[in-house]
């Protein structure tokens, strides 16, 4: 995973320099970002900071490991061959699926309407429009003035909120109400700074809608079964 990503993200950079190209966006994540445990919970997380590259291999996160390596080549090969690079580090990004199979973002939100997850884990996630993660890429390509990272992020969960959501829009799916952690207080979501990106102009789509077009988009694709009560209400209101 992290040998391919390097190499890659040097590759791509070195034939952009040689291909004389205007500027290069590279999409890295949000895993090259935040993954440091010696940072306050309570502070903002902005474009400056970088995670822990030795927490990352004791913890064997590998993701985050790999990202946050390929942008620092990414960079450090930009400068090297005097290309204008800009990076987006999207959450995880939901929304319509374009591909025809499920990938680990849509997992996320299948299993709690599958029934495979019982509970919900005490934890937090960040998350992001599928649209807007494609139009942070146009507005950094476009923009002169755009340099540097981009974090792109809409806003983030516990998961406790995150079943509330589904389980509001979508009541007849087995979506969990009880947390698999009853002793310990509820994690904490981190704060991820967006601020670069809407100085920009965009405008990030609301985290309930985007839950809601990702359901949509699952069930359309037909990874979800349609509840039989949603199939006569959607009968009724194309009628109507
Ligand atoms: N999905 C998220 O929530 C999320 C969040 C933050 C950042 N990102 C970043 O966004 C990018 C796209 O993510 P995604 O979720 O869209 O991933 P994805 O659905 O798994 O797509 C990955 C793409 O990379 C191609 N690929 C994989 N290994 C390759 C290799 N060795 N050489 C050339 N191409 C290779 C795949 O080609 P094939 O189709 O031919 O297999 C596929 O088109 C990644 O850099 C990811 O880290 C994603």
Not at 67 to 84: H, I
Not at 88 to 111: D, F, M, R
Not at 138 to 154: D, F, H, N, Q, T
Not at 163 to 173: C, N, R, S
Request: proline residues 6%.
């Amino acid at each position: 995973m992290v040998e391919p990503a390097v190499s890659g993200a040097k590759n791509v950079i070195i034939a952009a320099a040689e291909a004389k190209v205007r500027r290069v966006v590279f999409t890295s994540s949000i895993g090259a970002v935040y993954m440091d445990p010696s940072r306050s919970i309570d502070l903002v997380v902005d474009e400056s900071c970088w995670s822990d590259l030795e927490y990352c291999k004791n913890t064997k996160n590998w993701y985050c490991y790999g990202k946050a390596v390929a942008e620092q080549a990414a960079w450090d090969t930009a400068k090297e061959n005097g290309v204008d690079l800009v990076v987006v580090n999207p959450v995880l990004v939901l929304g319509p699926l374009l591909q025809p199979t499920i990938n680990a973002s849509t997992i996320h939100i299948l299993k709690y309407l599958t029934g495979s997850a019982k509970t919900y884990a005490n934890a937090t996630q960040a998350y992001v429009h599928v649209r807007d993660v494609a139009l942070a890429h146009i507005l950094v390509y476009e923009k002169p003035s755009a340099s540097g990272r981009y974090l792109c992020a809409e806003s983030s969960l516990h998961r406790g909120e995150l079943v509330e959501i589904l389980a509001k829009y979508f009541p007849e799916y087995p979506v969990p109400t009880k947390c698999s952690d009853e002793k310990n207080p509820r994690a904490k979501p981190y704060t991820f700074s967006n601020q670069k990106l809407k100085d920009l102009g965009l405008e990030f789509t609301p985290v309930s809608q985007c839950l809601y077009e990702t359901v949509k988009s699952l069930q359309e694709k037909g990874h979800l079964p349609v509840p039989a009560k949603q199939q006569e209400e959607d009968s009724t209101t194309v009628k109507s």
